[in-house]
């Protein structure tokens, strides 16, 4: 099975920005769709943004529209979310999923059946 290994998360001011990395193991069937989800301290994992690997089609959750930017490298086997005027509400912990098939639901986390570690995204007002 393919795995997913998250990079770039830390702590900034608001304003800031930082560019996650998720970089697969190997390429894979499974990875017809990539994702970026997070996790705030008590609260259900949301959707950020997802991207399909062939075509290169893009979803963006409202509250990160304008802001946030997903690419891809196909030679490096990595997705790429750029994170521009982070804002407080913007902290979580961010994971990258992998998905074979998805169709209309890809931008639902029981779509994705490979998940990453997880990577810590602090913003301080």
């Known amino acids: 099975q393919v795995q997913l290994t998250e990079s770039g998360g830390g702590s900034v001011q608001a304003g800031a920005s930082l560019r996650l990395s998720c970089q697969a193991s190997?390429?894979?069937?499974?990875?017809?769709?990539m994702a970026w989800f997070r996790q705030a301290p008590g609260r259900e994992r949301e959707f950020v943004s997802a991207?399909?690997?062939?075509?290169?089609?893009?979803s963006y959750a409202d509250s990160v529209k304008g802001r946030f930017f997903i690419s891809k490298d196909n030679a490096k086997i990595t997705v790429y979310l750029q994170m521009n005027n982070l804002k407080p509400e913007d902290t979580a912990v961010y994971y990258c999923?992998?998905?074979?098939?998805?169709?209309?639901?890809?931008?639902?986390?029981?779509?994705?059946?490979?998940w990453g570690q997880g990577t810590q995204v602090t913003v301080s007002s």
């Open positions: 999923a992998a998905a074979g098939s998805y169709g209309l639901g890809w931008t639902s986390a029981g779509t994705y059946d490979t």
């Open positions: 190997r390429r894979s069937s499974g990875m017809g769709a």
């Open positions: 991207i399909t690997w062939n075509l290169g089609a893009m």
